[in-house]
């Protein structure tokens, strides 16, 4: 069976450090990532999207980063990471094939001071 | 263009009343899918259902049901007899048929069950 694994779970980092958040989909191959991000209380904002090894599509202008260096593999990253950056972030993946849903790893709470 | 809404913001029940959350969806595809997501304070995003776009059957699911109705594009879910575990926030998505690698979330419904 697939799944998926997001880490850390928590993060708490100063303002202007950097930023590395990864995920890790078994028992698949070569599916849809993605990263999306959620503001306290609020909706799910898509940030990066990937259908391949290299393939990063980005939704919204800001400071960060997305690279799929392995097949099953996605990065989210930041050089210098912002207060508006807290938030609580969520790697999904989906299979090739339009009615395939999406699913979620646990997220990563990310917090910057 | 591809749009959800969710107009109910948060909710709240007393146990055992049913409920029933709305999601009203755009596409001018012919072919798309709908999702329903539940997402308890642990925070994960848990998949509950996917419907085409060309099977309108309603299904039930023990407790939840959900209520497809392309002539009013919506695609409604309800739960019968909530317990306090329904507690959560509910998320209604679309994916299209015809460029299907983005899903389109609705905002989100804020479900409280008070015991």
């Known amino acids: 069976s697939q799944t998926i694994h997001q880490w850390p779970a928590t993060l708490v980092q100063p303002v202007g450090s950097p930023l590395s958040l990864e995920c890790t989909v078994e028992g698949t191959s070569n599916p849809n990532l993605y990263w999306y991000r959620q503001a306290a209380g609020r909706g799910l904002q898509l940030l990066f999207y990937s259908v391949g090894i290299g393939q990063i599509s980005s939704e919204v202008p800001q400071n960060l980063s997305a690279s799929r260096p392995q097949d099953r593999q996605f990065i989210l990253s930041s050089k210098k990471l912002l207060l508006s950056d807290s938030g609580f972030y969520l790697c999904a993946w989906s299979v090739l094939g339009y009615n395939s849903p999406l699913h979620f790893g646990n997220g990563t709470r990310l917090t910057v001071t | 263009a591809q749009k959800v809404t969710q107009a109910q913001t948060e909710i709240s029940v007393v146990e055992k009343e049913d409920v029933t959350l709305d999601c009203v969806y755009e596409t001018r595809d012919t072919t798309y899918y709908l999702f329903w997501y539940k997402q308890p304070p642990s925070g994960e995003l848990v998949f509950l259902i996917r419907r085409n776009s060309f099977d309108e059957q309603n299904e039930i699911s023990g407790r939840y049901s959900w209520n497809f109705q392309k002539s009013t594009s919506s695609f409604n879910f309800t739960i019968t007899a909530s317990q306090v575990v329904d507690s959560a926030v509910y998320f209604c998505?679309?994916?299209?048929?015809?460029?299907?690698?983005?899903?389109?979330f609705g905002t989100g419904t804020s479900l409280t069950v008070i015991p």
């Open positions: 998505a679309l994916r299209s048929g015809n460029t299907g690698n983005q899903f389109y």
